[in-house]
């Protein structure tokens, strides 16, 4: 892809935690199917009970589930060129305790400047195996039409070229293990500004500590990883941190053309 193809990926992260604070908390039926859940997942750790095993488990992984867990923010980055020049990439966050009007106004958003699976593309870090389906599942869960680029019920990966993953990139192939961002940046050496806050801390950061501020740092920080990270693999200039600038539209005007 040319540099000046560039401003046609919109980047993505997104972050999420669990719907309730607790086990405790969920209604008796999905308790029950939560319950069921956790009896499947696979820890080293003993527990004394099923419901300890249940409640344990929902606090450390049922934000990581669709049916049990929602979007808190939406972090998107979009990229700015002038001829064989990238100028600066645009940051968007959705963020809020309301998910339905998160997701209502990505998909906007989506609808209004990215709607055309022939022309535009989402990229991502993981992004066919967590962030777009998830994104996918909360979104019919909030009953939100699905964009035109989210649209993929029922595709086949080969049927979906719209959507960018820098994990598979890095795969080559190989389907055995997953390389986390961090880890990937790390190995080239990319900068990853140092932060209190990382994945496994969402949930007590929202549930607890109420930082809706920390975490959606910590998603724009992601997707400037994942545009860095997608830049080595194609051969561009990493990007310098005064060209990262903070918008609160994604209006595209000449980049449509």
């Known amino acids: 892809m040319r540099i000046k193809d560039l401003k046609r ?12 604070s607790s086990y405790e908390e969920l209604s008796t039926d999905m308790q029950k199917h939560w319950l069921r859940k956790a009896g499947q997942l696979k ?7 099923e419901n ?16 049990y867990a929602k979007v808190v923010c939406v972090s998107a980055g979009l990229l700015s060129t002038n001829g064989d020049e ?12 309301d998910e339905k009007t998160i997701l209502q106004e990505f998909a906007e958003v989506l609808n ?18 967590f962030d777009v389906p998830f994104l996918c599942r909360r979104m019919l869960i909030n009953g939100i ?11 086949r990966p080969w049927q979906t070229p719209h959507l960018i993953d820098t994990l598979e990139y890095w795969k080559f192939g190989d389907y055995k293990n997953y390389t986390s961002l961090a880890l990937l940046t790390a190995v080239f050496g990319l900068p990853t500004p140092k932060d209190d806050l990382d994945g ?41 941190e005064e060209q990262v600038v903070s918008t609160t539209e994604f209006d595209l005007g000449d980049e449509e053309e």
């Not at 990215?114 to 593309?121: A, E, L, T, V």
């Open 9 to 20: 990926i919109l980047f993505i992260d997104i972050e999420t935690v669990a719907t309730h």
């Open 43 to 49: 820890v080293d750790i003993d527990f004394d009970t």
């Open 52 to 67: 300890d095993r249940a409640k344990q488990l929902y606090l450390d992984k049922a934000g990581i589930y669709a049916e």
């Open 86 to 97: 990238i100028e600066s990439v645009r940051l968007r966050s959705f963020y809020g305790h």
């Open 112 to 129: 209004k400047h990215f709607n055309r699976i022939n022309r535009f593309f989402l990229c991502g870090h993981n992004l066919r195996e």
């Open 145 to 155: 039409k699905l964009p035109a680029l989210l649209n993929i019920p029922g595709k």
């Open 200 to 240: 496994s801390m969402v949930g007590e950061a929202y549930w607890v500590r109420n930082d809706l501020k920390a975490i959606t740092q910590y998603c724009e920080k992601d997707v400037i990883s994942v545009i860095q990270l997608y830049f080595k693999f194609n051969g561009f200039p990493t990007l310098k």
